[in-house]
């Protein structure tokens, strides 16, 4: 079974850009979670997708939005760029978001210069 | 909001000996307890969790137990090996909710 695929890997973007980051979860997996990591920090929930519904969200401004597509994969949106959105983003899929096991994927690596 | 305090943020512990991490949460309503490892440079995993029915729960040298009553669960990992080295995160949710996440433990073992 293919584990949650994230890409690309490595992004660097200038201030004031757009970017876009996808996931896509283990198959039959309904759930994805989005995750913002800094470098010793802990794990910043952002949001989550359930059967293409945001069903949870966290305390991040708007220029981080997300959707879900039928087929369950996700996509990442962050506009206007800041210095300070540099980070590791971590997707997690699993299979319905209730109080199951998160599989993580291995993340994409953000850097805004 | 719903927090879950993890303690403590580095834990240094000689190989062979005994390490323990606590997490204490806040809702009441929290069914699911998962404990996550993430090695450097790696994604988390989960190691092992319990819910909200079980005490304890063990497999093999790593343990976890869990008090409903005063809201906090721990991790024991015992005969602790070089390999044990990374961050840990606990975590707490209700169904359908999203986890709340512990800071992390960094934990050192040193030979």
């Known amino acids: 079974k293919a584990g949650v695929t994230q890409t690309p890997r490595y992004l660097i973007k200038t201030r004031g850009q757009q970017v876009t980051l996808s996931c896509s979860p283990i198959s039959g997996h309904r759930s994805v979670s989005w995750y913002q990591q800094t470098p010793g920090q802990g794990l910043q929930f952002l949001f989550e997708y359930f059967s293409e519904t945001q069903r949870n969200k966290g305390n991040f401004p708007g220029r981080f939005s997300g959707r879900q597509f039928s087929n369950s994969r996700s996509e990442m949106n962050v506009s206007t760029l800041e210095l300070g959105d540099s980070a590791l983003y971590l997707c997690a899929s699993s299979p319905s978001g209730a109080s199951g096991e998160a599989f993580f994927g291995q993340g994409t690596r953000l850097t805004v210069v | 909001g719903e927090n879950v305090e993890q303690h403590p943020s580095t834990l240094s512990v000689q190989e062979g000996d005994s390490a323990v991490i606590k997490c204490t949460y806040s809702d009441s309503a929290s069914n699911y307890f998962p404990w996550y490892k993430q090695e450097l440079g790696k994604r988390p995993q989960l190691i092992i969790d319990?819910?909200?029915n079980v005490g304890e729960k063990k497999d093999q040298r790593i343990a976890v137990t869990l008090n409903k009553t005063a809201k906090h669960f721990s991790l024991h990992i015992t005969e602790t090996q070089p390999e044990d080295s990374a961050v840990y995160f606990c975590a707490a949710s209700r169904s359908n909710y999203q986890l709340i996440w512990g800071a992390g433990t960094k934990l050192i073992i040193k030979p």
């Open positions: 319990i819910r909200s």
